[in-house]
């Protein structure tokens, strides 16, 4: 992992690491969270980086991500045949990237190959919300 120059927030720094390697101690941070990028990992994948995850917070973890379903990819498809349409790269994205996410019963399973005891739970517009805290299961 490398330490990239960050001028955005004066005593934070960014680190450029692999997700499914974290190049972070056990229980280094309170909370690990990851924001729509479990979509684009495979499932082994996807379950190393939640593995990692936990490995690295002290109290939980927090996924939110894309929520796969024909009515999503029918919306994702029509933004990106409308309001998107002049902007090459959310125009090919958006439906790519629906195809791509996991559905709820998927991130269940994803969660307990992590061995986490997680909850999973439907969010608006076509995501998902998994909670895992440490010492609940």
Do not use: K
Not at 23 to 35: L, M, N, Q, S
Not at 122 to 131: D, G
């Amino acid at each position: 992992a490398r330490l990239a120059e960050s001028t955005a927030v004066e005593g934070a720094g960014v680190v450029c690491g692999d997700a499914l390697a974290l190049p972070f101690g056990d229980r280094r941070f309170d909370i690990a969270i990851g924001c729509t990028f479990i979509h684009h990992l495979e499932a082994d994948e996807a379950v190393a980086a939640l593995t990692e995850m936990a490995r690295v917070s002290e109290q939980g973890v927090v996924v939110t991500d894309l929520r796969r379903s024909l009515a999503a990819f029918l919306g994702a498809s029509a933004l990106a045949n409308t309001v998107w349409r002049r902007h090459r790269y959310p125009r090919h994205d958006a439906p790519a990237s629906v195809r791509a996410a996991y559905t709820l019963s998927e991130a269940r399973m994803l969660a307990r190959r992590a061995g986490l005891e997680a909850v999973v739970e439907p969010q608006p517009l076509f995501r998902w919300a998994l909670r895992w805290r440490r010492g609940s299961g």
